[in-house]
T-cell receptor, first 116, second 112 residues
Framework: EAQVTQNPRYLITVTGKKLTVTCSQN?????MSWYRQDPGLGLRQIYY???????DKGDVPEGYKVSRKEKRNFPLILESPSPNQTSLYFC???????????????FGPGTRLTVL | GQNIDQPTEMTATEGAIVQINCTYQ??????LFWYQQHAGEAPTFLSY????GLEEKGRFSSFLSRSKGYSYLLLKELQMKDSASYLC?????????????FGKGTKLSVIP
């Protein structure tokens, strides 16, 4: 089954304790992305990757890191989480679109993170 | 920067037709997407417009006018299960970046 998986689905942690949220896709997509979703603010792009070893900042990258060592995996790293990073996080992947932009994004199930 | 506007909330009656508008100001426009998101779930793809005009897919249609920076999603024969948030998203590129920017979403409530 074609899918994007994220782990963990739920996480409660404390300020400053490094964590990693994993994301994996089995559709051979080039483009992968992380979003956070907060009430009243909608989905905001954190980081994206156009292919292996190619990553770039989205609109809200502060406090996050990513890596793309393999095509299927795109982990999100919070080196020192803070309470303002409490949010619902989505990973997504897609092929390249016909005009060079992103094609239809397929989303993972989401990770609900609480930082105390 | 990119700016996408859509109404925050709408209410419509089961069986009716509803139109959700989206306006955008962006540079490097590559296409416009509509996603549906039920509460607590991931967004799912509804439609994609890259050229001006209407795209029809069953009960859902989406329209794009690039010159006006305007799109709408049309939902016909509304069902209770259509109660969800509808997200407008613009794909844009420039200076080596390729991003997808979302509007804040329109929460649609379908009432009997």
């Amino acid at each position: 089954e074609a899918q994007v998986t994220q782990n963990p689905r739920y996480l409660i942690t404390v300020t400053g304790k490094k964590l990693t949220v994993t994301c994996s896709q089995n559709m051979n997509h080039e483009y992968m992305s992380w979003y956070r979703q907060d009430p009243g603010l909608g989905l905001r792009q954190i980081y994206y990757s156009m292919n292996v070893e190619v990553t770039d900042k989205g609109d809200v990258p502060e406090g996050y890191k990513v890596s793309r060592k393999e095509k299927r995996n795109f982990p999100l790293i919070l080196e020192s989480p803070s309470p303002n990073q409490t949010s619902l996080y989505f990973c997504a992947s897609s092929f390249w679109g016909q005009r060079g932009g992103t094609d239809t994004q397929y989303f993972g199930p989401g990770t609900r993170l609480t930082v105390l | 920067g990119q700016n996408i506007d859509q109404p925050t909330e709408m209410t419509a009656t089961e069986g009716a037709i509803v139109q959700i508008n989206c306006t955008y100001q962006t540079s490097g426009f590559n296409g416009l997407f509509w996603y549906q998101q039920h509460a607590g779930e991931a967004p799912t793809f509804l439609s994609y417009n890259v050229l001006d005009g209407l795209e029809e897919k069953g009960r859902f249609s989406s329209f794009l006018s690039r010159s006006k920076g305007y799109s709408y999603l049309l939902l016909k024969e509304l069902q209770m299960k259509d109660s969800a948030s509808y997200l407008c998203a613009v794909s844009h590129a420039g200076a080596g970046s390729y991003q997808l920017t979302f509007g804040k979403g329109t929460k649609l409530s379908v009432i009997p």
